[in-house]
């Protein structure tokens, strides 16, 4: 059964089916904790931009991050807020904030269509992909909501972490940007 108590039809799914044709709680889980364990490791105040499906999907990511850092939440209420064209003006709110250097939160911010491009939020650190991105078009705009600098506020770099596979698709891709280079790198200890 799916989140929703529907039957899963048996059937072979890919990521891209996932929260569309098959809507799977424990999977959202998974990505939460780990993002939550990955956070917690390097910095919980890392401006965090989370790529998800569609709007239920958001609103499920934040619930999600909400509960697994509720420690924060109570200093911090708005730690984790979601920004989606259904949300208005209160999203609108939650983005101007997240796009703010000075502030701290909303650290981590949910959405799905409305941040793929044109938004200037230099400080983003962690682009985070829980949705499949098709189009190498998207996926460069995407990406691109990371690669501002900000050395004044330490922002030097910034992670992709990818739960669809998407980046390592496109980043192979030599139309991205010519030939991949490759790197190990060894994977985080959670």
Same mark, same amino acid.
């Given at each position: ?10 059937? @072979? ?15 959202? $889980?998974?990505?939460?904790? #780990? ?14 931009? /989370?790529? !998800? ?9 934040? #619930?999600?991050?909400?509960? %697994?850092?509720? @420690?924060?939440? +109570?200093? &911090?209420?708005?730690?984790? !807020? ?7 003006? =209160? ?16 650290? =981590? %911010? ?8 044109? /938004? ?12 499949? /991105? ?8 995407? =990406?691109?909501?990371? *690669? ?6 330490? +922002? @030097? ?5 990818? &739960?669809?596979?998407?980046? *390592?698709? #496109? ?11 490759? $790197?190990? =790198? ?5």
């Amino acid at each position: 059964m799916d989140r929703y108590g529907r039957p899963i039809p048996d059937d @072979e799914y890919q990521p891209k089916d996932f929260e569309k044709a098959v809507a799977l709680r424990a999977r959202t $889980k998974a990505i939460t904790k #780990h993002l939550s364990n990955f956070l917690k490791a390097s910095d919980r105040f890392a401006k965090t931009l /989370v790529f !998800c499906v569609d709007q239920e999907h958001t609103a499920e990511m934040r #619930h999600e991050l909400g509960n %697994l850092n509720q @420690e924060l939440r +109570k200093t &911090y209420p708005d730690y984790v !807020c979601r920004a989606t064209s259904d949300e208005g003006d =209160i999203g609108k709110n939650h983005l101007s904030k997240f796009q703010d250097v000075d502030l701290p939160t909303p650290a =981590i %911010l949910t959405t799905s269509q409305l941040l793929t491009t044109g /938004v200037d939020a230099e400080m983003v650190k962690n682009v985070v992909l829980a949705r499949v /991105v098709g189009s190498l078009a998207e996926f460069k705009q995407i =990406i691109g909501r990371g *690669t501002r600098l900000n050395v004044d506020y330490g +922002k @030097e770099y910034f992670n992709i972490i990818d &739960y669809t596979g998407t980046a *390592t698709i #496109h980043f192979a891709d030599k139309d991205f940007d010519g030939e991949p280079e490759y $790197k190990v =790198i060894p994977p985080l200890p959670f």
